[in-house]
Every structure is written in structure tokens, then in C-alpha cells.
């Protein structure tokens, strides 16, 4: 069995201190997250309901239309990753989408082959319940990047 010298025996209480050291910052890390959850931000883990709003868009217009996701809240661009959304007149569908402060999102709604609307919905607070957008309050769309 070796024996440690003085070296050795310093050793350890620097790695007790360094080890102290690195636990009070995991700690403030953690007060500092839970801290900025109550100010209105908050950590997005998709297992939990919590981070996400309701949205049932409604088509309260009398024609079918088809339902797209915009990249940005302007709705400049379509997101071609998401899937479109077909709305019979009279149906709706719900969205589950992200909320913080200062998110936005943008749908972008094909009437006709040539007309389209643009709907911005509000995702900055937590909505107490399913959020109702009737379609008919999309307004003229800002024109689409080529």
C-alpha cells in the first residue's frame, strides 16, 4: 500500500473546495432558471403541456380552404417542412403551439388558388384554455419570397 506524502494529504481539501465550488454554481444556475420562469420566461421541454397553448382555428368562412405554417410571424415565408392544413367550411382543427414572451405565429390561408389571407396569432403568455381563431379574421398577406 502507498503512503501518501504532503502533496497527497493537499490534495484532497483542494478538491473538496473545488468540488464545493462547482456545486454552488449548479445551484445558482438553478435558482437563476427557477427565478426566471416567475418573471414570465420559461424552459421548453415538449413533455409538458404547460409550455404549450390551444389554438382550434375555425373556418367560419363559406368555402374550403387550405392552412399553412408561416417561418415568421409576418408570414413572408411558408414553412415548407410543415404539413398544410385542407379546412372544409365549417371545420376547425387544433395547434398545439410553443408560448413566451414575445412569440408570434403566422398562418397563411389559401381561399382560392389566387387569393390568400394571413392570420398572426399571439403566443406571448400562457392562455388559460383552447383559444378560438375564427379564419375570417385573417387580413392581406405581405408578399411571399421567392
Not at 504532503?6 to 437563476?32: C, E, F, Q, S, T
Not at 382555428?57 to 409576418?74: G, H, I, M, R, S
Not at 404539413?83 to 398545439?96: D, F, N, T, Y
Request: hydrophobic letters at 45%.
Amino acid at each position: 500500500m502507498a503512503v501518501m506524502g504532503r502533496k497527497g494529504n493537499r490534495l484532497i481539501p483542494m478538491l473538496l473546495v473545488a468540488g464545493a465550488v462547482v456545486l454552488a454554481g449548479v445551484m445558482a444556475l438553478a435558482l437563476g432558471l427557477s427565478s426566471s420562469s416567475q418573471s414570465g420566461a420559461h424552459a421548453l421541454d415538449p413533455s409538458d403541456d404547460g409550455n404549450f397553448n390551444t389554438y382550434s382555428l375555425v373556418n367560419d368562412l363559406k368555402a374550403p380552404v387550405v392552412v399553412y405554417l408561416c417561418t415568421d410571424a409576418k408570414c413572408t415565408e411558408v414553412n415548407s417542412r410543415a404539413s398544410l392544413i385542407p379546412l372544409a367550411a365549417g371545420e376547425s382543427v387544433k395547434r398545439s403551439e410553443y408560448w413566451d414572451p414575445g412569440v408570434q405565429y403566422g398562418f397563411r390561408i389559401a381561399i382560392s388558388p389566387h387569393a390568400r389571407r394571413c392570420l398572426l396569432i399571439n403566443a406571448s403568455a400562457k392562455a388559460p384554455g383552447t383559444v378560438t381563431v375564427p379564419l375570417s379574421t385573417a387580413t392581406t398577406c405581405p408578399a411571399i419570397k421567392p
